[in-house]
């Protein structure tokens, strides 16, 4: 039981229990986090907390206690903290505040409880839903590994403590400690060949033999006042879907990326080490292998399994029929960016590189043949059977991944037809989507009122940024500032934020004017505010001018 939670009368909550002997935290809490609070720098230790191994498929970020904003700095435990971080800064301690206004930049010398100790934090877990998404897996991956590539691009205090700044740092050894567990966790468990969930060993891996179901149902045991805990996992749905597959390799290859110790920033090389007990890192070298490997038996099985008659891509295949009939542009546009990420990092000379290449002008050259009309717009799919598009208005989900997948796809392979089409396809965005009296793009041609969620609006904007990169043409970064301010900020997907993006005032519900409350003032179902993460689904007035009122 932690000090703090027997001070506070709150040992019903974080009672243990041996439960270390089933988690492992006796080795996280006695030397893995020790090391990594060492090779950062950082002075604070953080309670109520634990590394993310996977995550859920979907829960309710409503905050089911109230945010706890006091402070504690009367202790001797919590001035020496602040003693030690004030020379760490080269700083001197300053008084603890009056009032709440305290500004992001001086968070080290004024610590919240909240940062400290995530238990006022927690999500409802009553409406958490305990299954696995292994393209959320995918997508969480690659997330981690870019705040991972941020965080330690560079080192402090002469090079002696790893990441940009001690918090940087030590955040940035728990996402490889989360990332590498996710890796572990796909390679030995999370295979299906069918039948059952297992592991395989990718030195040995027949094609096709083995893949990462879509959906993986996950039991929970709930002993006493204990979190819930997962007990076993079963395969509610074994197809294989192709943006899962995408998602998986777009994330692993960029791990070998970040842990490649030939390429990239030379800090990222102080990551990784032999024995990081001894040498300064923080992690084995090893893990390097074991990205590639699980990224060349994800993409020998694209290869293998989402390929129809004469190498069309087909968006699911399933145990016992095979590759299903239709592609979607979402699927295949995810899938072309995940093969240039593989084309670009993982070994160029490797067959597994070659592979992407091709893999990748097989889709491009099938998207722009068959999905795309003469007016720049791309179908939201297409079907193998019939030959044709998917019927349907087109969608900002088809013409932003569309728009993506073929940026990614000129810049790897060179060949200007795809260049081209990406700038049709952003120019008929721009024509029959953009609503100027709103800043944003309508979710399908004709929407009078447009729905927007995380996937379709992470989509555009990621079509817009790749078109200005392109382009350079300023007249283009204006509109995406519009664009964000209205579709992110003004919308209510975001549904709060705290010191990091903005909210400096710890009194305000909004002090940086931008929309978006604090956490604490979202309020939330139970009135103790909601997380900030954004929303499933929102709705946005687009009238059609002259359709009348809707």
Same mark, same amino acid.
């Given at each position: 039981?932690?000090?703090?939670?027997?001070?506070?009368?709150?040992?019903?909550?974080?009672?243990?229990?041996? *439960?270390y002997?089933?988690a492992?935290?006796?080795?996280?809490?006695?030397?893995?986090?020790?090391?990594?609070l060492h090779?950062?720098?950082? =002075?604070?230790?953080?309670?109520?907390?634990? =590394?993310?191994m996977?995550?859920?498929?979907?829960?309710? =970020?409503?905050?089911v206690?109230?945010v706890?904003?006091?402070?504690?700095?009367?202790?001797?435990?919590?001035?020496?903290?602040? #003693?030690?971080?004030?020379?760490?800064y080269?700083?001197?301690?300053?008084?603890?505040?009056?009032?709440?206004?305290?500004?992001?930049?001086?968070?080290?010398?004024?610590r919240?409880?909240?940062?400290?100790?995530?238990?006022s934090?927690?999500?409802?877990h009553?409406?958490?839903e305990?299954?696995?998404?292994?393209?959320?897996?995918?997508?969480?991956?690659? /997330?981690?590994?870019?705040?991972?590539?941020?965080?330690?691009r560079?080192?402090?205090?002469?090079? +002696?403590?790893l990441g940009?700044?001690? *918090?940087?740092?030590f955040?940035?050894?728990?996402l490889?400690?989360m990332?590498?567990? +996710?890796?572990?966790?796909?390679?030995?468990?999370?295979?299906?060949?069918?039948?059952?969930?297992?592991g395989r060993?990718?030195?040995?891996?027949?094609?096709?033999?083995?893949?990462?179901?879509?959906?993986?149902?996950?039991?929970?045991r709930?002993?006493?006042?204990?979190?819930?805990?997962p007990?076993?996992?079963?395969v509610?749905?074994?197809?294989?879907?192709?943006?899962?597959?995408?998602?998986l390799?777009?994330?692993?290859?960029?791990?070998?990326?970040?842990?490649?110790?030939?390429?990239?920033? +030379?800090?990222?090389? +102080?990551?990784?080490?032999?024995?990081?007990r001894?040498d300064?890192? !923080?992690?084995?070298?090893k893990?390097?292998?074991?990205?590639?490997?699980?990224?060349?038996?994800v993409?020998?099985?694209i290869?293998?399994?989402?390929?129809?008659?004469?190498?069309?891509?087909?968006?699911e295949?399933?145990?016992g029929?095979g =590759?299903? #009939?239709?592609?979607a542009?979402?699927d295949?546009?995810?899938?072309?960016?995940?093969?240039?990420?593989?084309?670009?990092h993982?070994p160029a000379d490797?067959?597994?590189a070659?592979l992407?290449?091709?893999?990748?002008?097989?889709?491009?050259?099938?998207?722009?043949?068959?999905?795309?009309?003469q007016?720049?717009s791309?179908?939201?799919?297409?079907?193998?059977?019939?030959?044709?598009?998917l019927e349907?208005?087109?969608?900002?989900?088809a013409?932003?991944?569309?728009?993506?997948g073929l940026?990614?796809?000129?810049?790897?392979?060179?060949d200007?037809?795809?260049?081209?089409a990406?700038?049709?396809?952003?120019?008929?965005?721009?024509r029959?989507?953009?609503?100027?009296?709103?800043?944003v793009?309508?979710?399908?041609?004709g929407?009078g009122?447009?729905?927007?969620?995380?996937?379709?609006?992470?989509?555009?904007?990621?079509?817009?940024?790749? !078109?200005?990169?392109l382009?350079?043409?300023?007249? *283009?970064i204006e509109?995406?500032k519009r664009?964000?301010?209205?579709?992110?900020?003004?919308s209510?997907?975001?549904?709060?934020?705290?010191e990091?993006t903005?909210?400096?005032?710890?009194?305000?519900?909004?002090?940086?004017?931008?929309? !978006?409350?604090?956490?604490e003032?979202?309020?939330? /179902?139970?009135?103790?505010g909601?997380?900030?993460?954004y929303?499933?689904?929102?709705? !946005?007035?687009?009238?059609?001018?002259?359709?009348?009122?809707?």
């Amino acid at each position: 039981v932690t000090e703090w939670a027997l001070q506070e009368g709150r040992s019903n909550v974080n009672r243990d229990r041996m *439960e270390y002997v089933r988690a492992n935290k006796g080795v996280l809490i006695q030397e893995i986090i020790p090391l990594y609070l060492h090779r950062s720098g950082f =002075p604070r230790h953080f309670e109520d907390a634990s =590394p993310c191994m996977l995550q859920y498929a979907s829960g309710d =970020p409503d905050y089911v206690r109230s945010v706890d904003k006091g402070t504690r700095f009367e202790s001797t435990e919590n001035l020496v903290r602040d #003693r030690d971080m004030a020379r760490l800064y080269g700083d001197t301690p300053t008084p603890r505040p009056t009032g709440m206004g305290v500004q992001a930049n001086e968070m080290w010398k004024y610590r919240i409880n909240y940062r400290e100790n995530f238990l006022s934090l927690r999500w409802d877990h009553d409406n958490i839903e305990p299954a696995i998404d292994l393209g959320a897996e995918g997508q969480t991956l690659m /997330k981690q590994v870019l705040w991972m590539e941020y965080f330690f691009r560079g080192s402090h205090h002469g090079g +002696k403590y790893l990441g940009n700044d001690p *918090e940087e740092g030590f955040r940035g050894a728990m996402l490889n400690l989360m990332a590498v567990s +996710k890796m572990l966790m796909l390679k030995g468990s999370l295979l299906y060949d069918g039948e059952r969930l297992g592991g395989r060993d990718p030195r040995d891996f027949k094609a096709g033999s083995a893949w990462f179901p879509h959906r993986v149902g996950v039991r929970l045991r709930y002993v006493g006042d204990l979190p819930p805990r997962p007990e076993e996992f079963s395969v509610e749905d074994g197809s294989s879907r192709l943006f899962d597959q995408a998602s998986l390799l777009w994330g692993l290859s960029e791990f070998y990326h970040f842990a490649d110790p030939t390429t990239g920033n +030379k800090n990222w090389h +102080k990551v990784f080490g032999e024995d990081p007990r001894y040498d300064g890192t !923080i992690m084995e070298r090893k893990y390097v292998v074991l990205a590639e490997a699980l990224a060349s038996m994800v993409l020998q099985n694209i290869a293998a399994m989402h390929r129809g008659k004469g190498g069309a891509p087909v968006s699911e295949w399933l145990p016992g029929a095979g =590759p299903g #009939r239709e592609i979607a542009t979402a699927d295949l546009g995810m899938a072309m960016v995940a093969l240039a990420n593989s084309a670009r990092h993982l070994p160029a000379d490797s067959e597994d590189a070659r592979l992407s290449r091709k893999l990748m002008g097989e889709q491009a050259d099938f998207l722009v043949a068959n999905l795309q009309a003469q007016d720049g717009s791309i179908a939201d799919g297409y079907d193998l059977s019939a030959r044709q598009p998917l019927e349907g208005p087109p969608s900002l989900l088809a013409q932003g991944f569309g728009v993506r997948g073929l940026v990614e796809a000129f810049k790897v392979l060179g060949d200007d037809r795809y260049r081209k089409a990406a700038l049709d396809a952003y120019a008929y965005m721009n024509r029959s989507l953009w609503d100027e009296s709103t800043g944003v793009y309508r979710s399908h041609a004709g929407a009078g009122v447009t729905v927007y969620t995380p996937l379709n609006l992470g989509a555009a904007l990621g079509a817009v940024r790749e !078109i200005i990169l392109l382009t350079k043409d300023a007249r *283009e970064i204006e509109r995406f500032k519009r664009f964000w301010v209205q579709a992110v900020d003004s919308s209510g997907i975001q549904q709060s934020e705290y010191e990091e993006t903005g909210e400096r005032d710890f009194a305000v519900r909004d002090g940086d004017g931008d929309g !978006i409350p604090r956490m604490e003032f979202a309020r939330g /179902k139970h009135g103790h505010g909601i997380a900030p993460v954004y929303a499933a689904r929102v709705e !946005i007035r687009t009238p059609i001018p002259g359709a009348g009122a809707r």
